[in-house]
């Protein structure tokens, strides 16, 4: 069965530290992927999304992630996180040519100290 | 633009007790339709999609069901709640089979 890991569950960084949070699926197939955020209090939105072309893709308020196909990832980074940021946040892959179902990581929560 | 509507936004139920919650999405039509769940420390779970009118799909044996009367309504339901269906529920919708946009959702407490 497909699942999406994420190696990190609970980050606390300092304002200005980068971040990378890891995040790897298990499917042979073309896949779609994406990280969402949900900001405390908020709805679950999209932060960015890959289906296909240049490999390293930009997303909202920073971010950015690289699909490395060899390895099966798609890790987000951002090179200097603000308090802002403080969120939880989701990878998830859909299979291309599918009915669009989203197979979600566990999740990250991000804390980022002032 | 599009927008997605979940209710109620918090709910605590007995165990036994049926359950519906709803969701609709306005200024779009056709759009594949997903409930999901969030139980605490874990991610989103699919529990059903559906492509059209009435037409459902069931990702994970379980405790509820979930039906499409209309195109834009989809709505979560259960006969007999159980503990474990505790857990935060989030309605998405997709206009393909691309990128899906969540509600707000709702949190379901049993007790």
């Known amino acids: 069965a497909q699942s999406v890991s994420q190696h990190n569950h609970h980050v606390i960084l300092s304002e200005a530290a980068s971040l990378e949070l890891g995040c790897n699926y298990s499917?042979?197939?073309?896949?779609?992927l994406f990280w969402y955020v949900q900001y405390p209090g908020q709805h679950l939105q999209l932060l960015l999304k890959y289906f296909s072309g240049d490999p390293l893709v930009k997303g909202i308020k920073g971010f950015e992630a690289e699909f490395i196909k060899s390895k099966f990832s798609f890790n987000l980074r951002k090179p200097s996180v603000q308090w802002s940021d403080t969120a939880e946040y989701f990878c998830?892959?859909?299979?291309?040519?599918?009915?669009?179902?989203?197979?979600f990581g566990q999740g990250t929560t991000l804390q980022v100290k002032p | 633009s599009q927008t997605i509507h979940q209710w109620p936004a918090t709910l605590v139920q007995p165990v036994g007790s049926p359950l519906s919650l709803e969701c609709t999405v306005e200024?779009?039509?056709?759009?594949?339709l997903y409930w999901y769940r969030q139980a605490a420390g874990r991610g989103l779970q699919l529990l059903f999609y559906s492509i059209g009118i009435d037409q459902i799909s069931s990702e994970v044996p379980q405790n509820l069901s979930a039906s499409r009367p209309q195109d834009r309504q989809f709505i979560l339901s259960s006969k007999k709640l159980l503990l474990s269906d505790s857990g935060f529920y989030l309605c998405?919708?997709?206009?393909?089979?691309?990128?899906?946009?969540f509600g707000p959702g709702t949190r379901l407490t049993v007790l």
């Open positions: 499917y042979g197939g073309t896949v779609n």
């Open positions: 998405a919708w997709s206009p393909d089979s691309g990128t899906q946009y």
């Open positions: 998830a892959v859909s299979l291309s040519g599918n009915t669009g179902k989203l197979i």
């Open positions: 200024g779009t039509s056709n759009p594949n």
